[in-house]
C-alpha cells in the first residue's frame, strides 16, 4: 500500500472515535464479528410495515455500507433462510421482527418503549435458524429507529455533511463490530432543528439552477441532513418561497423523513408569508381584515396534515411590528381565533396540536405588559438577532404545559444592521447562551436560523449535538468537541491544528462582523492595533493555506 493509502486508512478509521464512543474496527479479533469483509456483507432485515421513515434509514444505510465497502447489503424484510450476518432494523410495538426477538427474550426494550426519538443498539446471537450474529437497531419510533441507524453509518465514517460539504467516504475491505455492543440514548432538548432564511440570492440562486427551486428535490437533502444529524425540526425557507405551495411534494418528503414542519415567528398557522402576497385580498390588518385572515390560515391547517408545530400570533406585514397602538387584548384575541380554527379543523381540543408563541422583538414587550397565551402554547423565548437570549424563565415560575423554547441566530438580516455569507459563530459563545437556556429549563424546543446552511456547517452540528445531549458537553470540553468534528470532516491526522484554526477564524469574525467593519474599526493612528490585527488574520491565513497543502485532495 502506498503512502495515500495508509493515510486514508487512518483517516477512515480516525472516524471511529469521534463524536461518541468507538463501535467498530477494520480488523477482525475475539471481541468482534463482521459486518462487511472480503466473503461477506451483512443482510438489512426491516419490517415491510414500517413507517416510511424507518424504510428510508435502512435504504440509505444499504448506501453508506457501499460507499464504505464496496458491497450492497440486501434489504430483506424476514430473517428467515438468510445466510449472513445481519443488522435488524425496526420500531418497537410496530416491528413484529423486534416482538419475535422479544418473546425469545433475545432484546429487552423496556428501557426504549414510550420514551421520546429513544432508540438501541445491541449485538446478538443468533437472531434466527442459521445466523451467528446479529446487530439489533431498535426505535422508540419512527425517528428513534432513523438516528439509531444513522449513529452506525456514522461509525462507518459516513459523515452527516457526506453531501452537502462534500466530505470524503473512504472505502474499507473489511468493517467489524463489537460483541458486546449495547447503546441506549435518547434526545435531552424535544423537538431540535433549523431555519433556513435570508436564503436569496445564494441558496435561492443555486437551487433554482441545480433542482428548479425549493421543491422536493432540496428538501429531500435538507431532510436527510437534518436527521443524520438527530435533529427532527425546521422551519423552511420563505423569501419568497412558501413549502406546503411551491411542491405538492414538500409535504410527502417531510412525511417520509419524518421531519417536524414549522413556520416562522411570524407566519402563523401553517401559512408562508409570501402566500399571502400570492392569494390574499385586503391588508395584513386583523382589525379590518379578520374574515379573510381566519379563512387563511384555516386554508393553511386544512393542508397541512402532517406532524407540525403551528405558530400562532401576528406581526405586521413582512416580520414588521403592528401599529403602536396595537393592544395586547386584540393579540390575545387574534390567538383566541386561531385556536379555534385549529379546533375546527383537527376536531381535537387545540392543545392536542403542538403551538409556540414567538417572543420575537418588539412581541417580548406585549408578554412583559402582561400578555398571556394558554399554558400549553410553547413560549419561544428569543436572542437579540446577535447571540445574546434576552429572557429566560425564572427559577421560580411555575412549569408550562407548553413548556419553553429558543429562537437563536447564526446568520441575520434587518435592522439596524444585516450580518450574513460568513460563520461568525464562535462555538464557546453558543455554548454559554444555550447552556442558560438548558439550565433555566428551555427544553422544548431550539432552532437555529441558519441562513443558507452553508458555510454554518461547524455551528449548525454544534448545536444539534448540544441540544441532543447538553450534559456530555461541558465548557472545557468544547476544544475536544472541535477537534473531533474536525475528525469527522478532515480525518484525525491534521484534527487539532484545523480545530485550532476553526476556533480562531470565528474567534476573530465575531470580534466585529464582516459586514460592519469599516475604516475607523480598528486604529490607523495608533497604527499597533491594526498591524496587530492584520498580522493575526494573515497568520491564520497562513496556517490554513499549509494545511491544504497537507490534505489528501
Given at each position: 500500500?502506498n503512502?495515500?493509502?495508509?493515510?486514508?486508512?487512518?483517516?477512515?478509521?480516525?472516524?471511529?472515535?469521534?463524536i461518541g464512543?468507538?463501535?467498530?474496527?477494520?480488523?477482525?479479533?475475539?471481541?468482534?464479528?463482521?459486518?462487511?469483509?472480503?466473503?461477506?456483507?451483512v443482510?438489512i432485515?426491516?419490517?415491510?410495515?414500517?413507517?416510511?421513515?424507518v424504510?428510508?434509514?435502512?435504504?440509505?444505510?444499504?448506501?453508506?455500507?457501499?460507499?464504505?465497502?464496496?458491497?450492497?447489503p440486501?434489504?430483506?424484510?424476514s430473517?428467515?433462510?438468510?445466510?449472513?450476518?445481519?443488522?435488524?432494523i425496526?420500531?418497537a410495538?410496530?416491528?413484529?421482527?423486534?416482538?419475535?426477538?422479544?418473546?425469545a427474550?433475545?432484546?429487552?426494550?423496556?428501557?426504549?418503549k414510550?420514551?421520546?426519538?429513544?432508540?438501541?443498539l445491541?449485538?446478538?446471537?443468533?437472531?434466527?435458524?442459521?445466523?451467528?450474529r446479529?446487530?439489533?437497531?431498535?426505535?422508540?419510533?419512527?425517528r428513534?429507529?432513523?438516528?439509531g441507524?444513522?449513529?452506525?453509518?456514522?461509525?462507518?465514517?459516513?459523515?452527516?455533511?457526506?453531501?452537502?460539504?462534500?466530505?470524503?467516504v473512504?472505502?474499507?475491505?473489511?468493517?467489524?463490530?463489537?460483541?458486546?455492543l449495547?447503546v441506549i440514548?435518547?434526545?435531552r432538548?424535544?423537538?431540535?432543528?433549523?431555519?433556513?432564511?435570508?436564503?436569496?440570492?445564494?441558496?435561492?440562486?443555486?437551487?433554482?439552477?441545480?433542482?428548479?427551486?425549493?421543491n422536493?428535490?432540496?428538501?429531500?437533502?435538507?431532510?436527510?441532513?437534518?436527521?443524520?444529524?438527530?435533529?427532527?425540526?425546521?422551519?423552511?425557507?420563505?423569501?419568497?418561497?412558501?413549502?406546503?405551495?411551491?411542491?405538492?411534494?414538500?409535504i410527502?418528503?417531510?412525511?417520509?423523513?419524518?421531519?417536524?414542519?414549522?413556520?416562522?415567528?411570524?407566519?402563523?398557522?401553517?401559512?408562508?408569508?409570501?402566500?399571502?402576497?400570492r392569494y390574499?385580498k385586503?391588508?395584513?390588518?386583523?382589525?379590518?381584515?379578520?374574515?379573510?385572515?381566519?379563512?387563511?390560515?384555516?386554508?393553511?391547517m386544512?393542508?397541512?396534515?402532517n406532524?407540525?408545530?403551528?405558530?400562532?400570533?401576528?406581526?405586521?406585514?413582512?416580520d414588521?411590528?403592528?401599529?403602536?397602538?396595537?393592544?395586547?387584548?386584540?393579540?390575545?384575541?387574534?390567538?383566541?381565533?386561531?385556536?379555534?380554527?385549529?379546533?375546527?379543523v383537527?376536531?381535537?381540543p387545540?392543545?392536542?396540536?403542538?403551538?409556540?408563541?414567538?417572543?420575537?422583538?418588539?412581541?417580548?414587550?406585549y408578554?412583559?405588559k402582561?400578555?398571556?397565551?394558554?399554558?400549553d402554547?410553547?413560549?419561544l423565548?428569543?436572542?437579540?438577532?446577535?447571540?445574546?437570549?434576552r429572557?429566560?424563565?425564572?427559577?421560580?415560575d411555575?412549569p408550562?404545559?407548553?413548556?419553553?423554547?429558543?429562537?437563536?441566530h447564526?446568520?441575520?438580516v434587518?435592522?439596524?444592521?444585516n450580518?450574513?455569507?460568513?460563520n461568525?459563530?464562535?462555538?464557546?459563545?453558543?455554548?454559554?447562551?444555550?447552556?442558560?437556556?438548558?439550565e433555566h429549563?428551555?427544553?422544548?424546543?431550539?432552532i437555529?436560523?441558519?441562513?443558507?446552511?452553508?458555510?454554518?456547517?461547524?455551528?449548525?452540528?454544534?448545536?444539534?449535538?448540544?441540544?441532543?445531549?447538553?450534559d456530555?458537553?461541558?465548557a472545557?470540553q468544547?476544544s475536544?468537541w472541535?477537534?473531533?468534528?474536525?475528525?469527522?470532516q478532515?480525518?484525525?491526522?491534521?484534527?487539532?491544528?484545523i480545530?485550532?484554526?476553526?476556533?480562531?477564524?470565528?474567534?476573530?469574525?465575531?470580534?466585529?462582523?464582516?459586514?460592519l467593519?469599516n475604516?475607523?474599526?480598528?486604529s490607523?493612528d495608533n497604527?499597533?492595533e491594526?498591524?496587530?490585527?492584520?498580522?493575526?488574520?494573515?497568520?491564520?491565513?497562513?496556517?490554513?493555506?499549509?494545511?491544504?497543502?497537507?490534505?489528501?485532495?
Amino acid at each position: 500500500m502506498n503512502k495515500n493509502g495508509y493515510l486514508l486508512l487512518a483517516l477512515f478509521f480516525s472516524v471511529f472515535n469521534v463524536i461518541g464512543q468507538s463501535w467498530c474496527s477494520n480488523q477482525p479479533g475475539n471481541n468482534n464479528w463482521p459486518l462487511a469483509n472480503k466473503q461477506s456483507v451483512v443482510s438489512i432485515v426491516v419490517d415491510e410495515h414500517e413507517a416510511a421513515t424507518v424504510l428510508k434509514a435502512a435504504s440509505l444505510l444499504q448506501s453508506d455500507f457501499q460507499k464504505v465497502t464496496g458491497q450492497t447489503p440486501a434489504i430483506i424484510h424476514s430473517a428467515d433462510g438468510a445466510k449472513n450476518n445481519l443488522i435488524i432494523i425496526g420500531t418497537a410495538g410496530r416491528s413484529a421482527i423486534l416482538q419475535q426477538l422479544e418473546q425469545a427474550k433475545a432484546i429487552n426494550l423496556g428501557k426504549i418503549k414510550n420514551r421520546w426519538e429513544a432508540y438501541q443498539l445491541q449485538s446478538i446471537r443468533q437472531p434466527a435458524n442459521g445466523q451467528r450474529r446479529a446487530l439489533v437497531i431498535a426505535g422508540s419510533d419512527r425517528r428513534g429507529t432513523a438516528y439509531g441507524v444513522f449513529s452506525l453509518s456514522a461509525q462507518l465514517g459516513v459523515s452527516p455533511w457526506y453531501w452537502w460539504a462534500d466530505v470524503p467516504v473512504i472505502q474499507q475491505p473489511a468493517v467489524y463490530l463489537k460483541n458486546d455492543l449495547h447503546v441506549i440514548d435518547s434526545p435531552r432538548v424535544k423537538y431540535r432543528g433549523i431555519f433556513i432564511n435570508d436564503e436569496a440570492p445564494a441558496l435561492s440562486g443555486w437551487t433554482r439552477e441545480k433542482n428548479g427551486g425549493f421543491n422536493s428535490k432540496l428538501y429531500t437533502k435538507v431532510f436527510e441532513l437534518i436527521l443524520r444529524l438527530k435533529g427532527n425540526y425546521i422551519w423552511p425557507a420563505m423569501w419568497g418561497n412558501a413549502f406546503y405551495d411551491d411542491d405538492s411534494l414538500n409535504i410527502r418528503a417531510a412525511n417520509e423523513y419524518g421531519i417536524v414542519i414549522g413556520t416562522s415567528h411570524h407566519e402563523p398557522l401553517m401559512r408562508a408569508h409570501d402566500e399571502w402576497r400570492r392569494y390574499g385580498k385586503g391588508k395584513w390588518n386583523y382589525d379590518s381584515n379578520a374574515v379573510r385572515l381566519q379563512q387563511f390560515w384555516k386554508e393553511g391547517m386544512q393542508r397541512a396534515t402532517n406532524e407540525k408545530i403551528v405558530t400562532v400570533g401576528m406581526r405586521g406585514d413582512g416580520d414588521e411590528p403592528m401599529s403602536r397602538e396595537t393592544a395586547t387584548a386584540l393579540l390575545e384575541r387574534i390567538v383566541k381565533d386561531q385556536r379555534a380554527i385549529i379546533e375546527n379543523v383537527t376536531g381535537k381540543p387545540a392543545a392536542a396540536t403542538p403551538q409556540l408563541w414567538a417572543l420575537y422583538k418588539e412581541v417580548q414587550d406585549y408578554y412583559d405588559k402582561g400578555m398571556r397565551v394558554p399554558d400549553d402554547v410553547t413560549l419561544l423565548l428569543c436572542d437579540d438577532n446577535w447571540g445574546n437570549i434576552r429572557r429566560l424563565p425564572r427559577p421560580g415560575d411555575p412549569p408550562r404545559a407548553g413548556g419553553y423554547g429558543i429562537y437563536y441566530h447564526f446568520d441575520y438580516v434587518g435592522d439596524p444592521r444585516n450580518y450574513k455569507w460568513l460563520n461568525t459563530n464562535s462555538i464557546p459563545r453558543v455554548w454559554e447562551q444555550m447552556h442558560l437556556a438548558w439550565e433555566h429549563r428551555v427544553r422544548n424546543i431550539w432552532i437555529v436560523n441558519v441562513g443558507d446552511i452553508k458555510p454554518m456547517e461547524y455551528p449548525i452540528s454544534f448545536f444539534l449535538d448540544y441540544a441532543w445531549n447538553p450534559d456530555a458537553t461541558d465548557a472545557g470540553q468544547l476544544s475536544t468537541w472541535s477537534t473531533q468534528w474536525c475528525a469527522q470532516q478532515f480525518g484525525k491526522t491534521h484534527a487539532g491544528e484545523i480545530a485550532a484554526i476553526m476556533q480562531q477564524y470565528t474567534k476573530f469574525n465575531s470580534r466585529r462582523k464582516p459586514e460592519l467593519l469599516n475604516e475607523n474599526t480598528y486604529s490607523l493612528d495608533n497604527y499597533e492595533e491594526a498591524k496587530r490585527v492584520t498580522e493575526e488574520w494573515r497568520t491564520l491565513a497562513n496556517r490554513a493555506k499549509a494545511i491544504e497543502q497537507k490534505l489528501n485532495p
